[in-house]
């Protein structure tokens, strides 16, 4: 801690706490002075100021000590006297004003770092202003008549020696009605020590004379007080001091010319008579009068007696009314002593005895206080009187180095005294907390001298301005800094100087805040100070710095929608001021997101479309497996060939083509919620052409590129005049908070390197934004795959151009997006070649073949569809089986493909499941004829289709129990689509082996003609194996081979059913089988249906624009339905006469089993002579399926139906217990069965009497193993069906 | 009587986390920015007391004129002013 004396504090009491000298003058004195540039005062003023004076003083006690610092005031008798307010005021605007003007200069740099203010020196912190403003705030407050202090101590007559009569004028001036009021309202003593001074102008006046006058003098006034000045020794005047004393007190003139005809000796003379002065005369005056003061007040208000008569008499006095109206304490009252011995003490240095008379005359004004409370307009005198004692008490305790506690107590005291006063109190209430706040800062309470001079902001804001800036320092010098109220603190004065036009200052606040706020993330303060600052810099005209300050609110997407326009609003017209273009980099408006940044080209890989673009290029990449030349060949492909003609710098980067472009995806967002308008959006690139040696390359390379405009130094051409790329430019509008993403374009025409270096656009014609890609990793969309680590972001945006090659273009026709399942289309791909170069050797791979089947040749295109997909039109083309597993299809090897010419290629679509589908395409070609890095291309397209789900077909077969070559087939179509009515055209069997019959009339499965949304629909058929097997010599094979084709529709009879063997139906067929079936086991036993139907009405026709014309359903290896591996037949005769009277009836039967599975079986069959009760009629499997086998019904039977069926119920209780027949020959066989094959057993049974006989009781037992040694796999048995036997006896 | 209130959640290295405006009265405009300056100017008062006291909640750390502040502080010094 600094000692009290050496702080600031202490300086500023020894210089506002110190003897007044009055100086009174002629006219003619001032004229001597003013040659010199100064008046007299101003001359003698830096020689006041004794730093060293060693006066040997005593006061109270006994003791003698020495004055080591000492100062005078001079002031002009007409000065002494309360300043006016106003004018007073004026003073110090034009000091801030003055000071604002200096700052100006340094206000253009960046603002300083926070570390840099915190690491400078406390002085250095707050501007050296601040002293002088805080002094000149402190002089307003002189001269009041309470505070001894200021009363003059002393008083000079200077009377020039040119005077007419001199000692007349040494009377006259000192003449009441020119002094001030303070001497002449009684408020002092006018009684003060007077100094007569005759000045000697040495240029003009005679020494003669001067003598006589001083002479003169000295026998008038006494030898002592009068003194001779002997000035301007220089003739010519053009004296320059080194250092000239008063250019620290006269600042507004030139420093050069002030004190020009003083010499060194002039100088010297008066220093030498301030110094006797002060220490000859206003000292020991000063310390005579102290004593003398001293004294009386010991006598009359020191011990006790006198303590309680001065109780007792102030009691007294109150009973009297004051009178006089006036000043209450004169300065002959005992207050006024008092405080004039305290101040005189105060300002001799013994603060001891200063104070041991404030206590004194507090306790009397404290007792005055409580009495005299009601006195009015005196209260607030009297108060300043007591508040002005506790003030200088506090300071005497300070400078003493007393207790801190009580200095503070009394600071706390006056203060808050004053501010109670309210405004009449302000300004002293200004003074007090200034001192306190110096006081506290000698201390090191700097936080709490920030909240003094926060209180004593007041209302008007130049004041508080200043002071809420010095409390943002006291901020600053707090341990640890509060860097967090210096900033606020700051903005708080900024925006009061604003208020008061002190635009510079503002500034200068604001400058010093961003430098607290610059890395906040606190937004709204960022905003506020940077928009602030942004517009004061455009009001003192420097718009450059303000358009620097203003950008960076521009990204407020938070704040209001008016506070957003009022940001644009000014920065526009700010920049709109500069009157020229910005180019500014990293500009937030709009905002580009650098993670949507996409490079779309086409190197070796061409794209049909953007989406195709799009696509992970892993899916190309497994698509284009088989087509493209593999890289380890031992022939050269271009991967090699490349590596050999180029270096390896060069494999690294991308490479394009010239002529074709090279696209960049780039989001750009609006954070804020008013719309912008963007223009003229373009990429920043550089084109290095392709030197012959490309080592050269490798140097700096110079930009040879030409932008849409040359005003960036990127697109600047410096070589060729003509461009040796284009850039699109783009302008677009976003609308609050949009996201839009922009595709911007190169398209370099000559060979080189080219890198993409940034995007440029420009808001509102006057602000280029430059935004830069290297800082930031862009992911290049076809960055193949073997270098995708080792690429830079750079070198993503790095491009080989090559030479121009041929490029394949690929458009699909005719292609819908929505499709039902099932839809069957035609469409027609058209490949176009715009280069003159041929391209050959073409090759299309599918990603979707169970959707997608390329036709066989052009002339395909030719007929119509869907006719031409019917029967009987005379086509021969056979059903072709090329190796459709590969899916890559070649087109014919004559074709190429050159110039205008287009080629058109049909190709089949059929939506094969609902869902989203995306089809890819690669096209992969061979250049001709070209040299190039590049063999070879591929052409990628892309679509997306949605399918709809419509009908859904599942079919059910089942054996039939009396054939063993009949099938029963239920379909079951349940439409699934929402809204739309199908209508069923034709159920084919795929292949020659199973033909297929309606077990119904058409008219009766749908009577109503389509299926409607939602509706499920169940119909038979009947199918039959028309297989001739090695095995089988079956007798029902006689029928000619079945159609396979039903039509389900009876309008229209002489349509055509649809050819289901040809091309595309059966290759679609075909990939549907692979895919159906794919985890199944090849199974020979099944059966495949393609069901045709037709959209018959849409009730939503914007869903599917263009109707489908035909469906088609693949339903595939539906294999024939049965819980048991076998399916069997018994063979007999239905009827037979017997004569029973002979012999009993024995009937020979024949089984036919079929092991219906691919495993080995092992059959045995079990007869069993009486009927099991439960297990009765019940052939299990039959029931299970839904349908029940009648088999054709005849006369006879229809006769013993009820016989049978009451039987079959509940059979008589007289058949239970011997069974009408019994099984002889062998009971119980066991026969293995080979996988698919059949076997006959011969069963016979004897009956004993006529009747219907039911032979269902037997069971096969079955057993299954995977080969004839293996263990059984799994086992079962079946029961027998009915088979009714009618024995009748013969005639 | 201050009729408007703002709430701010501060995080690590005074960075505000969560931000609401609180209060009935019509706003004064520049209500947002004067209340983010006193609550930021607060975060010096709060981080000398922080460490001084064991409370977690700071009624009236600061005032400037007739807005108080109040903070609670989590035990990771996550501020909620």
């Known amino acids: 801690m600094v000692e009290p004396v050496n702080s600031s504090l202490g300086k500023m009491l020894l210089e506002e706490v110190s003897p007044v000298v009055m100086v009174l003058c002629t006219p003619l004195v001032e004229e001597t002075f003013v040659k010199n540039g100064l008046s007299f005062v101003e001359t003698l003023k830096p020689f006041c100021n004794f730093s060293n004076i060693d006066v040997p003083v005593r006061t109270s006690g006994d003791q003698l000590y020495r004055l080591k610092k000492f100062t005078l005031r001079l002031f002009y008798a007409s000065d002494i006297r309360q300043p006016n307010i106003q004018v007073a005021k004026q003073r110090l605007e034009h000091l801030i004003t003055q000071a604002g003007e200096k700052d100006f200069q340094d206000l253009e740099s960046d603002p300083p770092q926070i570390a840099d203010i915190l690491s400078n020196p406390e002085s250095e912190i707050a501007p050296t202003w601040f002293q002088h403003y805080n002094k000149e705030l402190i002089r307003t407050l002189s001269f009041s008549d309470h505070e001894a202090f200021d009363h003059p101590v002393a008083c000079l007559l200077v009377v020039s020696s040119k005077d007419e009569e001199p000692i007349n004028k040494f009377v006259d001036l000192f003449n009441t009605n020119r002094l001030p009021s303070l001497l002449n309202d009684g408020a002092m003593d006018p009684k003060i020590l007077k100094h007569y001074l005759l000045v000697h102008d040495n240029q003009d006046a005679t020494t003669e004379r001067t003598s006589k006058v001083l002479s003169e003098m000295r026998s008038t006034f006494g030898n002592n007080e009068c003194n001779l000045l002997c000035t301007n020794s220089s003739k010519e005047g053009n004296i320059e001091h080194q250092a000239n004393p008063w250019a620290s007190f006269k600042s507004d003139v030139s420093a050069d010319k002030l004190g020009c005809a003083l010499t060194g000796d002039d100088i010297v003379e008066i220093k030498d008579l301030m110094q006797e002065f002060a220490s000859r005369h206003v000292i020991p005056y000063m310390e005579q009068k102290v004593r003398e003061l001293n004294q009386q007040i010991s006598a009359t208000r020191k011990g006790l007696r006198n303590q309680i008569k001065n109780l007792w008499w102030r009691k007294g006095k109150d009973d009297v009314p004051d009178s006089t109206k006036g000043s209450m304490y004169t300065f002959s009252s005992t207050e006024s002593q008092i405080r004039i011995l305290g101040d005189y003490a105060f300002m001799l240095h013994d603060y001891e005895l200063a104070l041991s008379s404030y206590r004194l005359i507090s306790t009397d004004y404290k007792l005055d206080k409580a009495w005299k409370h009601y006195a009015g307009v005196q209260v607030a005198s009297h108060l300043c009187n007591y508040v002005s004692v506790e003030e200088m008490m506090g300071l005497a305790y300070f400078i003493s180095d007393q207790s801190k506690k009580e200095a503070e107590y009394c600071m706390e005291n006056a203060f808050s005294t004053y501010m109670k006063l309210g405004k009449s109190g302000f300004q002293n209430s200004t003074r007090c907390g200034l001192w306190w706040a110096e006081m506290l800062k000698a201390r090191d309470q700097y936080k709490e001298a920030a909240s003094v001079y926060f209180r004593i902001c007041g209302e008007e804001p130049l004041h508080a301005a200043v002071m809420l800036e010095q409390a943002s320092y006291c901020f600053v010098l707090t341990k640890p800094a509060m860097l967090h109220k210096y900033g606020f603190h700051l903005v708080l004065s900024g925006d009061h100087y604003k208020n008061c036009d002190q635009v510079n200052h503002a500034i200068r606040t604001y400058r010093s805040a961003i430098s607290v706020y610059k890395s906040t993330t606190w937004s709204h303060i960022k905003d506020h100070v940077y928009f602030h600052i942004g517009q004061w810099y455009a009001i003192v005209g420097m718009h450059e710095v303000a358009v620097r300050n203003m950008l960076k609110v521009l990204d407020c997407g938070y704040q209001s929608k008016a506070t957003q326009e009022i940001f644009l609003r000014d920065f526009f017209n700010i920049v709109k001021k500069t009157g020229m273009k910005h180019e500014v980099v990293g500009l937030q408006l709009p905002v580009i997101n650098m993670s949507s940044l996409q490079v779309i080209y086409d190197d070796h890989r061409t794209y049909a479309s953007q989406a195709s673009a799009l696509v992970e290029e892993s899916i190309w990449q497994s698509l284009e497996d088989d087509i493209i030349p593999s890289l380890n060949s031992g022939k050269s492909n271009w991967l090699e060939l490349q590596s050999k003609l180029l270096p390896k710098k060069y494999k690294e980067s991308n490479v394009c083509v010239a002529g074709e472009s090279v696209k960049v995806d780039l989001e750009f967002r609006n954070p804020l919620l008013i719309s912008t308008s963007v223009t003229s959006v373009s990429l920043i690139c550089e084109l290095t052409p392709n030197s012959d040696d490309l080592k050269l390359v490798d140097k700096e390379p110079s930009s040879s590129s030409l932008g849409p405009e040359s005003s960036t130094e990127h697109n600047q051409g410096t070589t060729s005049g003509f461009s040796s790329f284009t850039l699109s430019e783009v302008d677009f509008t976003l609308s609050g908070g949009e996201k839009k993403l922009v595709r911007l374009t190169v398209t370099p025409s000559e060979e080189g390197i080219l890198k993409i270096v940034g995007v440029r656009w420009e808001l509102s014609g006057s602000i280029v934004g430059v935004h830069h890609f290297q800082s930031v990793p862009a992911k290049a969309k076809t960055a193949k795959g073997r270098k995708k680590n080792k690429l830079t972001p750079t070198d993503a945006l790095k491009f080989l151009v090559i030479k121009s090659l041929p490029r394949l273009e690929g458009s699909m026709d005719h292609l819908p997006e929505t499709l039902h399942a099932g839809d069957l289309r035609y469409l027609v791909l058209e490949l176009k070649n715009k280069s003159d170069s041929p391209i050959k050797n073409l090759k299309m791979k599918i990603s979707h073949p169970r959707f997608v089947s390329p036709g066989n040749n052009e002339e395909e295109l030719t007929t119509e569809f869907p006719d031409c997909l019917k029967k009987g039109d005379g086509q021969t083309i056979v059903q072709h089986e090329t190796n459709r597993t590969s899916s890559v299809f070649a087109f014919p090897k004559d074709i190429s493909l050159q110039g205008d010419r287009s080629l058109k290629w049909p190709i089949w679509l059929r939506a094969a499941i609902p869902g989203t589908i995306s089809l890819y395409f690669t096209i992969y070609y061979e250049m001709e004829n070209v040299s190039s890095i590049m063999k070879y291309r591929t052409l990628r397209m892309h679509y997306n289709l949605q399918v709809l789900p419509s009908l859904e077909i599942s079919f059910g077969i089942t054996p039939s129990p009396s054939r063993l070559q009949e099938f029963l087939v239920r379909m079951d179509i349940v439409n699934r689509s929402k809204s739309d009515y199908f209508q069923i055209r034709q159920l084919s069997t795929v292949g020659c082996r199973w033909g297929i019959s309606l077990l119904q009339p058409v008219d009766t499965i749908l009577p109503s003609k389509s299926l409607l949304a939602g509706q499920a629909l169940s119909c038979f058929f009947m199918i039959k194996d028309c297989k001739k097997s090695e095995t089988e010599e079956d007798k029902t094979m006689s029928l000619p081979p079945s159609q396979t084709d039903v039509k389900l529709f009876t309008q229209d009879d002489d349509e055509k059913l649809f050819d289901i063997v040809n091309s595309p139906l059966a290759s679609f067929h075909e990939s549907e089988r692979s895919c159906q079936g794919a985890s199944d086991q090849v199974n020979p036993n099944t059966v495949d249906f393609i069901l045709i139907s037709r959209l018959a009405k849409s009730s939503n026709p914007s869903a599917v624009p263009d109707l489908p014309k035909i469906l088609s359903h693949h339903s595939c290896h539906n294999r024939i339905r049965s819980s048991n591996p076998l399916s069997w037949s018994l063979d007999g005769p239905q009827t037979i006469y017997h004569d029973f009277s002979t012999s009993l009836c024995e009937v020979k039967l024949k089984m036919i089993i079929r092991n219906t599975c691919d495993k080995l079986a092992t059959v045995s069959i079990e007869t069993n002579d009486y009927l099991p009760e439960a297990a009765a009629p019940s052939p299990s499997s039959g029931n299970q399926s839904g349908w029940r086998y009648v088999p054709t019904v005849t006369e006879e039977m229809k006769l013993t139906s009820d016989v049978m069926g009451s039987r079959l119920g509940k059979p008589p209780s007289s058949m239970e217990s011997s069974p009408p027949f019994i099984w002889s020959g062998l009971s119980s066989t066991k026969v293995p069965i080979q996988p698919m094959s059949t076997t006959e057993i011969p069963l016979q049974i004897s009956v004993f009497s006529p009747g219907i006989y039911n032979l269902s009781s037997y069971k096969l037992n079955w057993e299954l193993s995977e080969h004839e040694n293996a263990s059984s796999s799994s086992s079962g048995t079946c029961q027998g069906y009915p088979y009714h036997l009618t024995v009748l006896q013969s005639e | ?81």
């Open chain 2, 1 to 81: 009587m201050a009729n408007t209130a703002c709430f701010i959640i501060v995080g690590r290295n005074d960075i505000p986390i969560y931000e609401a405006e609180v209060g009935s009265v019509a706003k004064r405009e520049d209500a947002a920015q004067l209340h983010q300056f006193i609550l930021h100017a607060a975060l010096d008062v709060v981080q000398d007391l922080a460490w001084t006291t064991s409370a977690m909640f700071l009624k009236s750390v600061d005032r400037f004129n007739d807005l108080v502040v109040s903070v609670y502080v989590t035990a990771g010094h996550i501020l909620f002013s």
